[in-house]
């Protein structure tokens, strides 16, 4: 049990580090079988002025990728929530959510450690399937778990 709290311990004083030099940390939880990964920023509300990111359905590099285009694109200014956004990633199109902090307990442990009792927000960002068709649109085919409130 002691080695597993030292162990903690030792990850969350990482984390720590990075948010102190570079302004968040991305923490990603690999894809196993029946499970999407997913990752997200902690930090980036704190440091930016702008709501943490969580991605859903993409690998650890290309969402590391998107969470720092996002940081060093939108920090301390208004993000475009609900609108198709063209130019986070030259790969696709993406669009922003809202989430509601209570739908992603289970997922952004790091951020409930990090902010304990201050108040953070999250976005969630969606991307279109292999054709470029989004969650809303007809014959979307994904393994992309949709948490935000999808209002596009």
Known sequence: ?????????????????????????TTAVM???NFTPFAYSTGIFENFKIPELFISGLGPNLSGEIIKNYAEKYKNSTIP???KIDDLT????????????ENLQEYVLTSIKFYENRPYEYLQLIFP?????FPNELNYNYDQKIIGELNL
């Open 90 to 101: 030259d790969r696709f199109s993406i669009y922003f959510l809202k989430v509601h902090n």
């Open 1 to 25: 049990m002691k080695q597993t709290e030292d162990k903690k311990q030792i990850y969350f004083n990482q984390v720590y580090d990075t948010i102190k030099n570079t302004g968040y940390h």
């Open 31 to 33: 894809e196993a079988e």
């Open 129 to 133: 399937d292999l054709n470029g068709n």
């Open 81 to 83: 929530v609900n609108k």
